[in-house]
């Protein structure tokens, strides 16, 4: 079975709500919603303290090329735009709409009709492109890099896949795999759009081989589509990344920074976002729901929601039976990549994978131990790198000898911390070497 | 509601620690120490213990009187470690003080001086090891035969198989390495030497002569994934290579065989060479450290004074090894050309 050939972890896979159907979440009383909720620009907002919008309204438009729209998943008044602590920890611009009644805007087909290529063969990969850009579709896999800017390649790269990303190597997650389960067809049309809007021939999705119902169901629907070819993976940790899933589909290796996959002729989009192309190109429908993985062992009954972007994650959390006595640490996104936040009045955004409850014994980190320079860190890095010699040379700042290194070809993805058996917090020298060094460079490069 | 924690991704860990590696390792050298308990007797017994308790104690004392540490490193089990491998590198009839002047130069000199645990640039046991072999080469080199259950003292003392192979090239005799043991009597540590007649055996270190047990000890590491196959299949490879190629050459020089299953070479290979601190970080790395120790215990053991080369082998690869973590980095993602 396929999978990136270098590094990796296996940690524990605890997808405790795989086998739970979506659920409809709740609407919020209010709703809360950040300007920035995507790399790039922050979005503008385009409403005042009293106006009234509809489900699907645009409330703040993009604040440049690398930027997305922001549409109100709720219907009422525009109560005020003030700050409020997104997962980031900082506070940050946001839209408040208190909420009354669910109109939605009348331009959205709410019918659950599966609408594919060939009833709409008339649509150029232009106003595809420009139908996902005007959607505010941004990449749900938890980066949320906007999607018509990849699809948007660099003159002179050539596209050859569209490679789908339905990996969910985080443990815990299970928002995309009921997705799959729940939406096959819907997923397989989005694809379609993705391919044409790009104009490439072949299609892959990559599915994690624990996920063997998802796998079958979605080759058994794909055999509608020749050019679209199911690859199942073998379970290893972060075959996600994009890097990563593009060596293990296609077997290239996209060189460093700033190069970027398209450059290997690969272009990737989250399973969830070919969803949320399908939606906003067939059914006229923006970006502004999202199925949310809520878990936790502690938690009493984890669960998959459909959620209104906006809901503070305490709502979830109270329909999962309440935050658990012994809750610790509250996670946005999965263990390995999550951030970790300062209360649960988080609201949803575009890429709010999960929330995850750890309890107070899983939230407290062992001390660290001399390095025993086992050179386990070395062998779990799937970038190739020395994360021991990055983390002693951060705290030594030497940034020349970091830069030499290639820290700013770490994905961050905590294989290294994982795996160190003296619990060395590797990664957060790492972080702030790698911050430093691009600090440094990016400054060189203005001169 | 608690106070959330807030910390930096990842939130979770694999579990691994220092402690179950070291301790891993330590369960991995238990069939070699029941073999030499078994072949050795009470003086096996009293030497792995002395260099236990010892390594253990300088570790404690030197943490907490010198070094000050306010996390006590006993605890970890690298002490332990270093007391029995220093141990398995020493004739079952040495008298127990200089296990003690041993352990404090292991531990004492070669570790808590550079800093204590993963700090180090030499192996400490093997360190220790060389240093006893230059001070007292008399005491370091009277090996008891096996088989003697529980005398200690006045034991009788015989050549090892090394010792013997040394004498042929010296002899430029090829007929003397006729009375090596079989290979199978090497392999479960039964290394009589027809030299000194019926039902006498050859000896050596304590922990070496048994290659069968500490064949076990690398296959349960492995298991583990304590270690990886790199360090210890570089160096059975190239020494395989090198006396074989040396034995076709001039019957007078032992055959792979019998180079691998004699003196300390698998005791070295498997849990010495494989010392996490003192060996290098990337696979590449650990390769040409395998290979460079393989063929340098070759060298030694052919052209050297001494009739072992794997202690002074690993030794001198110990002081390669940041050199080759400078020049030896992992394979870059992204260097790999398009398929």
Redesign the interface.
Known sequence: MKTFRIGGVHPAENKLSAAQPIKVAELPKVAVFPLGQHIGAPAKAIVQKGDKVKVGQMIAEAGGFVSAPIFSSVSGTVAKVDTIIEASGYAKPAIFINVEGDEWMESIDRTDTLVTLNDRLELTDKEIIDKIKNAGVVGMGGACFPCHVKLMPPPGSKPEWVIINAVECEPYLTADHRLMLEHADEILVGVTLLMKAVNVKKGYIAIENNKPDAIALMTEKAKAYPEIEVVPLKVKYPQGGEKQLIDAVVGRQVPAPPALPVSVGAIIQNVGTAFAVYQAVMKNKPLFERIVTVTGKSLKQPSNFLTRMGTPMSQLIDACGGLPEDTGKVIGGGPMMGKALLNTDVPICKGSSGVLIMNDKEASRAEADPCIRCGKCVSACPMGLEPYLLSACTDQQMWDRLEKEDITSCIECGSCQFTCPSHRPLLDYIRLGKSTVMGIIRSRNAK | ??K???????????G???K??MFGVCIALVPAMICSFVFFGLGAIAVTAVSVASCVFFEWAIGKYMLKNA?PTVT?G?AILTGMLLAFNMPSNIPLWIVVIGALFAIGVVKMTF?????NLFNPALAGRAFLLISFPVQMTSWPVVGQGFTTIDGTTGATPLALMKAAIKAKDASMLQDLPSAWDMLIGNTSSSVFGEGAMGGGCIGEVCALAIIIGLIYMLARKII?WHIPVAIFATVAVFSGLLHLANPIYAGPVEQLLSGGLMLGAVFMATD????????KG?LIYGVAIGFLTVVIRTWGAYPEGMSFAILIMNAFTPLINNYC????????V??
């Open positions: 509601m608690n959330l924690t807030i910390s930096l991704s990842p939130h979770v860990h694999s691994d620690s220092v179950s590696n996390k970890d690298s800093g204590g645990l993963g700090c990886t996490y601190v003192t060996s290098p970080m990337s696979k650990q980095k992992p394979t870059r993602f992204g260097e790999v398009k398929k």
